[in-house]
């Protein structure tokens, strides 16, 4: 039986048609490394959700970047037309319903503009978080940002 916030994120799952389901780990997916370890697959297979905040809208951001990646405030910026800055816990699980470590790109309390760094799509399929630190599923990245609406920038250091 799935975990309450990993059955959120299943049932957003189901609801799209998507054929895979929630995978519970043995192990911890709480970093991009610790989740690649648990799976079986390359740190750049998974797929950070990343939540940061607008400096002067307050609105809420999600980024999605390669496990292998880190983002480029600079260029999220851009992509979002507004400065970001890092979002502490307790903001973050106040807009999305999830507490850091387990934050899906789907299946938050409130819609969130999303942003998608095109390095996911050298890999065939990626896994992504299911909303708790120990739950994850397997997307490809074109699904991900159909499921996301997610705009597609550059957004990763180089």
Known sequence: MLKASAQRVQSVLTQFGHPDAVLELQETAHSAEDAARAIGCGVGQIVKSLVFQGQSSGQAFLLLVSGQDRVDLNKAAQAVHEPLKRADANWVKDRTGYAIGGVPPIGHSSPLTTVMDPDLWQY???????GHPFAVFPITPDH??????????????A
């Open 144 to 157: 991900l940002q159909s499921m996301t609406k997610a705009l597609v920038h550059d957004i990763h250091l």
């Open 124 to 130: 065939s399929l990626v896994w992504a978080a299911a």
